[in-house]
Every structure is written in C-alpha cells, then in structure tokens.
C-alpha cells in the first residue's frame, strides 16, 4: 500500500521560512516524479514544484520561484519543500504527489499539511 505522510506545515510570520517533508513508503521511490501542490479552499489545486526521478528536471510555478526550492532523498524516499520568504498568499494546504509517467494509475497523494502565513 502506498503512503504518502507531510510533515512541517504550520503558522509562520510573513518572511518566515518552513520546510514541508513528505515521506514515501509502498513504492519505488527513485521512478517517481515527485510533485508538491497547494490548494486554498474554494479554489482548486495548484502545481508549487515538482522534481523527477534523478533530480535532474525540476520545475516552478512562476508564483514561487526564486522563493521555495524542492529537492529528494532517494536513499531516505523523501521529498522536501524549503518555502522561503512567505507570503500571507502562500497559506494554503500543501500536499505530496508521486506520480511516475508512462504507467496509468500510479499516482499517489498525501492527506496534506495546512501552512499558515499571517502575523
């Protein structure tokens, strides 16, 4: 069964920084794409970063870019969202995704971690 868990979300200080971990068990980590999304209640969810199997594509929304930076472990199936310099329209819901191209049904999500930005 695959599990994907999110970790580190919380209330921060517009400025502040946190760091979302998001650790994978139930598949072969080092195949997937690895995706961080949001959502805001009412809207839908939107794509934050996402990081392929080797580290060797990775992609921004233009919204975070030169803010958050997402990066893996494969020897420890993890994969980390560092949110920099955040931004009252940053809170949102953040979840996991692992999805691996070419094979129909494999892709996988966490049950989110709530990330709060406001003084």
């Known amino acids: 069964q695959v599990q994907l868990v999110e970790s580190g979300g919380g209330l921060v200080q517009p400025g502040g920084s946190l760091r979302l971990s998001c650790a994978a068990s139930?598949?072969?980590?080092?195949?997937?794409?690895m995706n961080w999304y949001r959502q805001v209640l009412g809207k839908e969810r939107e794509l934050v970063a996402r990081?392929?199997?080797?580290?060797?594509?990775?992609n921004y929304a233009d919204f975070v870019k030169g803010r958050f930076i997402i990066s893996r472990d494969n020897a420890k199936n993890t994969v980390y969202l560092q949110m920099n310099s955040l931004k009252p329209e940053d809170t949102a819901v953040y979840y996991c995704?692992?999805?691996?191209?070419?094979?129909?049904?494999?892709?996988?999500w966490g049950q989110g971690t709530q990330v709060t930005v406001s003084s």
């Open positions: 990081i392929s199997s080797r580290s060797v594509t990775i």
């Open positions: 995704n692992a999805k691996r191209s070419g094979y129909p049904g494999t892709d996988y």
């Open positions: 139930g598949l072969t980590f080092g195949s997937y794409y």
